[in-house]
């Protein structure tokens, strides 16, 4: 079980860029997956990117390929997002998450051992 903590959100101007953090503490397995979901009024959560426990194995939204790239700091406790090119309808609250079962890898259905962050909120404006 771990806690995860997001950081990083705001507002920014379409085209704009915005980087993520997802910080891990408590106990946690060497292999956890990590990623990001994210959220919009009326919406259903939806899967952004993620990993499967490696810096190898990147999984993205067909979304966000190209705009969006997830990496994690050299301990592995961290996850990042970073957001280029931003567009409105990126406009949501980010869920970190991180799941020692499955990778993180398109799904918004993650492992009952999985464990989410409390949200940041991200603005694209124009």
């Known amino acids: 079980q771990v806690q995860l903590v997001e950081s990083g959100g705001g507002l920014v101007q379409a085209g704009g860029s915005l980087r993520l953090s997802c910080a891990a503490s408590g106990s946690t397995f060497s292999n956890y997956a990590m990623g990001w979901f994210r959220q919009a009024p009326g919406k259903e959560r939806e899967f952004v990117a993620g990993?499967?426990?490696?810096?190898?194995?990147?999984y993205y939204a067909d979304s966000v390929k190209g705009r969006f790239t997830i990496f994690r700091d050299d301990s592995m406790t961290t996850a990042y997002l970073q957001m280029n090119s931003l567009k409105p309808e990126d406009t949501a609250v980010y869920y970190c998450a991180a799941d020692p079962i499955f990778a993180i890898a398109g799904t918004s259905s993650l492992s009952a051992r999985a464990s989410w962050g409390r949200g940041t909120q991200v603005t694209v404006s124009s």
């Open positions: 990993d499967g426990g490696s810096r190898t194995s990147l």
